[in-house]
């Protein structure tokens, strides 16, 4: 039997979750294939195979899309009903946080600040090495809200691991709290203590 399981778009750990799941049904020599869209899920995949004592097999299919083989090599009774071993930590060497204070990118005309704002992150999705985390305050909390253009491309760093935190004080001075749609609120206090622990800080 073979079951196929697309995981594209879907934050750590539900594809591990899912292939587990998916083997909990699975007879010896039953096979899961997980379509998924980052190297941080394949390679949280290979550790599920490995705890499973399964067969592990991957392919990359495209800049982000890899495919994921896991064939069951035990009865299911006889797997081990161990922790799922899961990484959801950026695959990054070292602590980059971007710091996002406006809606707008530079001084000048309005519309093409907001176009490079766009531009700039959308390119913090195709960084080889993403950064820890990005801080949203004063205009910049409007990006993480319900209708910025800028909103898939965040949850698209989300989904990779990426800590998303906007300004809980801004979000209510611009009455938005309830649109935040990517990510949690933050306080001033961890605002610091995230940039204090960085070891490079990203302002556009």
Do not use: W
């Amino acid at each position: 039997m073979e079951q196929n399981i697309d995981a594209r778009g879907l934050a750590c750990p539900k594809p591990v979750i899912l292939a587990k799941k998916a083997m909990d049904t699975c007879s010896r020599g039953d096979v899961v294939l997980i379509t998924v869209d980052n190297e941080m899920a394949v390679e949280n995949l290979r550790k599920l195979a490995g705890s499973q004592k399964a067969e592990y097999a991957s392919t990359k299919l495209g800049e982000k899309e890899f495919s994921v083989r896991i064939t069951v090599t035990q009865e299911n009774e006889n797997q081990t009903e161990t922790e799922i071993p899961v990484n959801c930590s950026v695959p990054s060497g070292d602590n980059t946080v971007v710091v996002i204070s406006s809606n707008e990118m530079g001084n000048g005309d309005e519309v093409l600040g907001k176009l490079l704002m766009k531009g700039f992150i959308y390119a913090l999705t195709q960084l080889p090495k993403l950064p820890k985390t990005v801080l949203l305050y004063n205009g910049g909390a409007h990006l993480s809200c319900e209708g910025s253009e800028s909103l898939e491309d965040l949850k698209t760093l989300d989904g990779e691991g990426v800590e998303i935190l906007t300004c809980g004080t801004c979000l209510n001075h611009y009455g938005i709290t309830e649109k935040l749609a990517v990510g949690r609120v933050t306080n001033m206090y961890e605002i610091v203590e995230k940039q204090a622990d960085a070891v490079k800080i990203i302002r556009p």
